[in-house]
């Protein structure tokens, strides 16, 4: 079992070394697979290091909403064991859903128009319903690539004698969002942070990118302030790491 606290943590960044022997930059592996819930309309497992997620999609009916009666529905759950979940602020899982959340809408990525089946009585919702399996940071980075991964892999639903059922036809997807989060300890930058490397933390940014230019969601996290003039360099760093994330739906 790994100890360290994060004055040691701060100690070995600034000296450009980690307590695992990555680079800064460096993500730990990144391994998985896709459709392991087979009652599920997509699926993902996914694993950066010894943080375990897995993501499952299902389709509901509802009613449009007033203000977008032409449009289907998203919703992101996060599911977790509390033993999993202990040594965490206990509103994180609130946040890491609602940022989740708003990568993958604010990507566009989904055309939430073509799940409505009447505007204004009836529509098809998505339920991106995410599971963490075990914790060792890095969450958000984990669930944004399995999420997406499931949703490459969705079809669309179609409704018989008011039943929802499955088609062949693959979901038409206008983007791929991929979330790099960029941390300063020590005022050195790195990437993936594991869970003890976390508490050390001055800031982390979450960044969704949909190309290297091209960012349509961010969050900050942690207390410590970010220099206007360091904001460039966390992008160009942001920038690198999405292509290098992207290989995981090659």
Same mark, same amino acid.
């Given at each position: ?79 977790? =064991?509390?033993? +999993?979940?202990? &040594?965490?602020?206990? @509103? ?6 609602? %940022?989740?959340?708003? $990568? #993958? ?56 004698? =008011?039943?929802? +059922?499955?088609? &062949?036809?693959?979901? @038409? ?6 979330? %790099?989060?960029?941390? $300063? #300890? ?65």
């Amino acid at each position: 079992m790994r100890i360290a606290s994060p004055e040691l943590i701060k100690d070995l960044v600034s000296k450009n070394e980690r307590i695992d022997s990555r680079k800064m930059l460096e993500y730990r592996k990144i391994s998985g697979g896709i459709n392991p819930i087979s009652k599920a309309e997509g699926s993902c497992y996914l694993s950066i290091g010894e943080t375990k997620v897995l993501v499952g999609i299902k389709f509901g009916l509802m009613k449009p909403y007033p203000d977008t009666p032409d449009e289907g529905g998203m919703m992101v759950s996060l599911n977790y =064991n509390p033993v +999993v979940w202990k &040594d965490l602020p206990p @509103n994180m899982d609130i946040e890491v859903s609602r %940022v989740l959340d708003r $990568s #993958i809408r604010e990507s566009k990525m989904i055309d939430l128009k073509e799940f409505c089946i009447t505007p204004e009585e009836q529509a098809f919702q998505i339920f991106i319903d995410c599971y963490v399996l075990n914790y060792d940071g890095n969450l958000l980075d984990a669930l944004n690539l399995a999420a997406v991964k499931a949703l490459l892999n969705m079809k669309m639903p179609e409704l018989e004698n =008011n039943k929802i +059922v499955i088609s &062949d036809r693959k979901i @038409n997807l206008r983007s791929i969002p991929v979330v %790099v989060t960029i941390s $300063s #300890i020590n005022n050195k930058y790195v990437v993936d942070l594991n869970s003890l490397e976390e508490k050390a933390a001055d800031f982390s940014v979450s960044i969704s990118y949909l190309d290297e230019k091209t960012i349509c969601a961010m969050q900050k996290t942690g207390t410590g302030g970010i220099p206007m003039k360091e904001l460039q360099k966390i992008f160009e760093i942001g920038a690198e790491k999405q292509k290098e994330l992207r290989m995981v739906f090659k």
